[in-house]
């Protein structure tokens, strides 16, 4: 296998976690111009090669995937068509090695896919294979493979390089794979051999799927945002299916409350917008937590910064 220098593959949730990620961070201020307690979080870069930030990630991108395409616009768009999980594998000779390659080849997957039969979906880009030793010792533990190798102090021993793509996509009818083509494919079938359909599957089993595909996609060493784990594409591509609910204003979450006074939490920056200048000219006397407030804002105050238990006491 030649060296890969552009594509230096990693299993997601195995790098370098972002800067500050894990600290506990001002992030909130009482509202209350009286009171001004600031409230703590802790810092998430959010990364997927994060060890961290992994499961955040991973649990996001699950829910994204399974709400759009278990979405009433797309069964509606496909309605009568099949959503079948479908595994493309690049011949060894083709193995991308760099990141211009890997785009090539997704291009390439597309357009063979769709001369089979598929209609749309989204592509989960694997990087890895799991080598046949973590086969065999993930069964012994009863265990799925790749939960047993994320689980090993040295988990990079046990797959090798060997790119391929899981779609998880609407298909017509599926003209079979032919020998000597760019691309071999096959699809998920049940013990009986019959292609599994899985608008007959519950969403639960759905998410369970395509979260144990997310768990070992890849991330690029010192990624620059250029590799994206899923892509969607064909008649689920965005520019060809909308979905309402992916267009509704984010939700806000939960309304916060001061652990001090019980007035509403605002983030730090909407109260320095709120009070600062009030507080700065006299308007306002200062809130009783002032000092602290200062070093939420700009990292000094009057007097001694908040201690690490009382951040604790106060985490959000």
């Given amino acids: 296998m030649p060296p890969i220098p552009d594509l230096n593959f990693i299993l997601v ?5 972002g800067p500050d990620c894990g600290q506990i961070i001002a992030s909130f201020i009482c509202d209350n111009p009286d009171c001004g307690k600031v409230h703590y979080s802790i810092n998430h870069c959010d990364r997927k090669e994060c060890p961290l930030c992994y499961t955040r990630w991973l649990a996001g991108e699950t829910n994204s995937i399974v709400e759009r395409i278990l979405s ?15 595994i493309v594998s690049v011949n060894e000779e083709d193995y991308p090695v760099t990141h211009k390659e890997l785009n090539a080849v997704i291009r390439d997957v597309y357009k063979y896919v769709k001369s089979k039969g ?12 799991a080598s046949d030793y973590a086969k065999k010792k ?13 689980e ?18 609407f298909v017509d009818w599926l003209e079979p794979p032919e020998a000597g083509e760019k691309f071999v494919y096959k699809t998920k079938t049940d013990g009986s051999g019959h292609v599994i359909n899985l608008l007959n599957k519950g969403e639960k089993e759905v998410k369970s799927l395509i979260a144990y595909l997310l768990s070992h996609t890849g991330a690029l060493e010192d990624d620059d945002g250029r590799l994206h784990s899923e892509r969607w594409f064909g008649t689920c591509s965005y520019n060809q299916l909308k979905v309402e609910k992916e267009e509704e204003e984010g939700y806000e979450g939960e309304e916060l409350h001061c652990k001090v006074c019980g007035e509403r939490l605002v983030s730090k920056w909407t109260w320095f917008r709120r009070w600062y200048e009030a507080v700065q000219y006299g308007d306002i006397d200062k809130p009783q937590y002032w000092n602290e407030i200062k070093w939420a804002l700009f990292g000094e105050g009057p007097g001694p910064p908040p201690s690490e238990e009382d951040k604790k006491k106060y985490l959000i």
């Fill in 152 to 169: 090993q102090e040295n988990p990079k021993i046990y797959y090798r390089y060997s790119p391929h793509f899981h779609l998880i996509c």
């Fill in 138 to 150: 993930a069964r012994e533990a009863g265990n799925k493979t790749w939960e047993w190798i994320r």
């Fill in 118 to 129: 598929v209609l749309g979906g989204v592509m989960i880009i694997h990087p890895f294979r």
């Fill in 72 to 86: 009433e616009e797309a069964k509606k768009k496909h309605q009568g068509k099949r959503l079948v999980h479908i």
């Fill in 13 to 17: 949730g195995k790098g370098e976690k």
